[in-house]
């Protein structure tokens, strides 16, 4: 059953008469069945939708609002992604100090008028930190989705240049950009402009990009979260930690989350083990969500094809082999 949020918007659409919106949150509701496995029920939403031009989901899993996004000067390039998110709070799965961090910037940006009567703001700029694969791109997702914000996703192969000035040049438009728009923003990759500058093997270009990050973050009052992403916390520059409201952490999982992120992601399998089961979590002791997701996938795809009733420990053994060999 697709969660409260999503059914709110559903009949609020339904009962104004609004056709885009209720396309928009029937769309919602399909994708979240499909997360869950639930794909005869999510094709049988999407026939009733789209009826027999099924073409009509590409044209309508645009944005419904125009922005005049900024390009690359250099090679025409738009320098953000602009996409409607679709996933919700309950498929991030953090522990309980990450988690309640998460739900306070929430918390604040939706109760932002409160702490402004006030005189204080809310959480503006926060940087997410860990491994790769542990989630960290999706929350950016699900954050703007609980806001009932657009996801701009900064383009990274756009924003740096060859030419020299032109990434800080890129990174102005970037900030002018998302300071006139109520956007959640991600700069995925953050590292990429956020290195230390006291690294002997970078240039000065390199440097001065850092330098125009410290002060366009310093100066920035716009209208958009800014959330940041990075794999190798340990090279950012040390002042970058300081522009940024909150860090939020997301390590790999221990075998509580990991019994939470198989339990979603075996949701509506047939299998023929327990999510709790001993020789199950040591199969996946030191994955990240992104290698459980991709494995169960793979795994759920050999049974279906085989025509077997039941996943078994045997696909999910011979998916992760398949996995490791794919990583190595």
Not at 280 to 304: N, P, Q, T, Y
Request: glycine residues 6%; aromatic residues 6%; charged residues 30%.
């Amino acid at each position: 059953m697709a969660n409260g949020k999503i059914l709110r918007q559903l009949f609020r659409a339904g009962t104004a008469g609004d056709a885009d919106a209720f396309r928009l949150a029937s769309q919602a509701v399909i994708e979240e069945e499909r997360q869950k496995q639930h794909h005869l029920l999510a094709n049988d939403l999407e026939q009733i939708l789209y009826g027999s031009d099924l073409n009509l989901r590409a044209s309508n899993s645009t944005p419904r609002v125009h922005y005049d996004v900024p390009v690359d000067k250099e090679r025409g390039l738009p320098l953000l992604d602009i996409r409607t998110p679709k996933r919700s709070l309950d498929e991030v799965i953090l522990p309980s100090s990450s988690s309640a961090a998460l739900e306070e910037v929430l918390e604040e940006n939706r109760r932002a008028d409160v702490l402004r009567s006030y005189g204080m703001k809310p959480a503006g700029k926060v940087i997410f930190f860990g491994p790769p694969g542990c989630g960290k791109t999706l929350a950016a997702e699900v954050v703007a989705f609980e806001l009932d914000r657009p996801l701009a996703i900064v383009r990274l192969d756009a924003l740096v240049s060859s030419f020299l000035g032109e990434t800080a040049a890129n990174l102005r438009k970037v900030f002018d950009f998302i300071a006139q728009h109520p956007f959640v923003v991600l700069f995925d990759e953050f590292d990429a402009i956020g290195k230390e500058r006291g690294d002997s093997g970078d240039h000065g270009e390199l440097r001065r990009v850092v330098n125009a990050v410290l002060q366009m973050m310093d100066s920035y009052e716009g209208r958009s979260l800014i959330l940041a992403a990075t794999n190798h916390e340990q090279i950012l520059d040390t002042a970058i930690w300081r522009r940024f409201d909150e860090s939020i952490e997301f390590p790999l999982p221990d075998e509580k989350q990991l019994k939470e992120i198989l339990s979603l992601k075996l949701r509506g399998i047939r299998r023929q083990f327990e999510i709790d089961d001993k020789e199950v979590l040591k199969e996946f002791k030191g994955k990240s969500g992104a290698d459980i997701e991709r494995v169960i996938r793979r795994a759920a795809k050999r049974m279906i094809l085989r025509e077997q009733e039941f996943l078994t420990i045997k696909e999910l053994k011979s998916a992760l082999v398949r996995e490791d060999l794919r990583k190595s």
